[in-house]
């Protein structure tokens, strides 16, 4: 198949979910299975294309932690526009970052107020920026896990061969892994396999979720974000449970490899190295769970620069982000869900994110019973 509508294909695609629910009914276990699916682009496509209607009810969604923006912490938010709203800053970030709440606002907020804040598309775009704006401090807002991160070192890499002295970012890469193990250690989670993200699977490659089948005996497959390749996974998993075998499985090839992109991870080693520890939005503060700048590259370091001294904020009272990326609860178990959170007025960041569980159920207006 070399064409995305390919991966669409109505007869095809029912031909697989009659597959899963015949084994699923073969396999008849005595509580729905769950599965989580990581990534925040698996959740749209589920209820996008109404997998979770075509699936019988054997199956459970649970939706996961991977998406960047969701788990941005409030106080970092505050520091990205403690910066931009300093004289002779401009501050660049990716648009998906733009809207999601800290304590006193966002960036939009902020911009609106006469802060110099752009969307940029890459962090070469304000690295391009920095140089055509000389007598100006360019900071770049350097968030996401590893599917973003070899972008900003290549930037930073290049900054320094080209001696670029006023440009920075401010860093919040983290890594996947960590914030795995931070949910399946929760004695509260109960799973049954785990649908590892595309996107990063790219940068990292397949072996990076040995650990569940190692640690944790949860069958893995990593999926595509079409139909085919999420309905692909999902089979896969039950095969595996219906085996009694755990594995990790590619269900992804045209893009995914055993050992993943080895340049984007050598630029990533060069510039980066673990932080001793990083709060995130839901999950707290997790070791080793985040990067931060090699001393050779820490004169880009934004945090430095400004000297700022981040302080943790607590989330807003009612809001349970926290649980529904724990897979603990369902976006409709929030009781500000819909309600005083909203697309327009997001309280909590999983609303505000276009990857966000909150905003996929209430864009496609999906109903389902209490999470028990």
Known sequence: MKFISEYRQPEKVMALVESINNKLEQLSPS??????????????????????KLLNDSIEFVHGPGCPVCVLPRQRINEAIEIAEQDNVIFC?????????????????AKARGADIRIVYSPLDALALAKQNPDKDVVFFAIGFETTTPPTALTLQQAARQNVTNFSVLCHHILLEPALRSVLDDENVRLNG?????????????????????????PVATAGFEPLDFLMAIESIVDQVSNEQVDVVNCYQRAVSDSGNQLAQLAINDVFTIAQSSDWRGLGNIDESGLKLKP???KFDASTRYNLNPNRIAEPEGCRCANVIKGL??????PLFGKECTPANPVGALMVSNEGACSAYYQYN????PHQ
């Open 31 to 52: 509580k729905p299975l769950q599965i989580m699916e990581v990534c925040g682009g698996h959740t749209h496509t589920i209820f996008r294309f109404g997998l979770d």
């Open 93 to 109: 970030s990716y648009g998906d970052a733009m809207r999601v709440p800290g304590q006193d606002g966002n960036l939009l907020a």
């Open 194 to 218: 785990l649908v590892a993200p595309g996107h990063v699977s790219i940068i990292t490659g397949q072996k990076h979720y040995q650990f569940c089948n190692d640690e944790y005996q949860l």
């Open 296 to 298: 050779a590259y820490q």
């Open 329 to 334: 609860a369902k976006p409709t178990d929030c």
């Open 366 to 369: 999906v109903q389902v019973k």
